[in-house]
Each structure stands twice: as structure tokens, then as C-alpha cells.
């Protein structure tokens, strides 16, 4: 099993800046494709950003040249890092990511999620 915690989620104001870290742990064998989702209230959960084990990445439009993903393989962690959000960003954030495990079964794995609210 795998596990997916997220931390840094809270209340920011427009404008400012806020950075999400998730951290992968238990029978990890392999991690590959990491990214972020994220769900508003009455509405389908959307990608937000995903980055590859080698580090490519893509971005939902709404979000390009604003957050930047980036992860840490020596440490299973992928960030999201998010400047100058919008109160439309509010949303809570889920992590995802596909992972192999010692006994060879790949699964998608997601997080619990944390709440992002941004205002004023």
C-alpha cells in the first residue's frame, strides 16, 4: 500500500503566494506520473498540474505561468507551488500519483486532500 499525505493548504489572499507538498510513503517500489488535482464546490474534480518521473510537466490553462509543480524523487514529494491566486483557485487540492509496488502491482493513488481558500 502507498500512502499520500498533503500539507500546506489554508487561507490566502489574492495575490499572494502558497506552497502544497505531498509526500508518498509505504511499499513504494516506483513512483511515476505525480500531479495535483483539484475540486470546487459543485463542480468535477480537474487537473490542475502533473509532472512526469523525468520531470516534464503539464498544466491545466487556468493555471499556466501562475503555479509551478516540481517534485523531489530522493524524498517521494511533489509540490505546487502557487503564485498570485485567484479567488476561483479556491478549491480543495488532492494529490495524485501512480505508483509500483515491491510485490509488482501498479496502482493511482490519491491523497485525502487539502483545503485551499482564497480571499481577502
Known amino acids: 500500500q502507498v500512502q499520500l499525505v498533503e500539507s500546506g493548504g489554508g487561507l490566502v489572499q489574492p495575490g499572494g503566494s502558497l506552497r502544497l507538498s505531498c509526500a508518498a510513503s509505504g511499499s513504494i517500489f516506483s513512483l511515476n506520473a505525480m500531479g495535483w488535482y483539484r475540486q470546487a464546490p459543485g463542480k468535477q474534480r480537474e487537473l490542475v498540474a502533473r509532472?512526469?518521473?523525468?520531470?516534464?510537466?503539464k498544466y491545466a490553462d487556468s493555471v499556466k505561468g501562475r503555479f509551478t509543480i516540481s517534485r523531489d524523487n530522493a524524498k517521494n514529494t511533489v509540490y505546487l507551488q502557487m503564485n498570485s491566486p485567484k479567488p476561483e483557485d479556491t478549491a480543495v487540492y488532492y494529490c495524485?500519483?501512480?505508483?509500483?509496488?515491491?510485490?509488482?502491482?501498479?496502482?493511482?493513488?490519491w491523497g485525502k486532500g487539502t483545503l485551499v481558500t482564497v480571499s481577502s
Open positions: 495524485n500519483a501512480g505508483a509500483i509496488d515491491y510485490a509488482g502491482y501498479g496502482m493511482d493513488y
Open positions: 509532472i512526469t518521473s523525468g520531470g516534464s510537466t
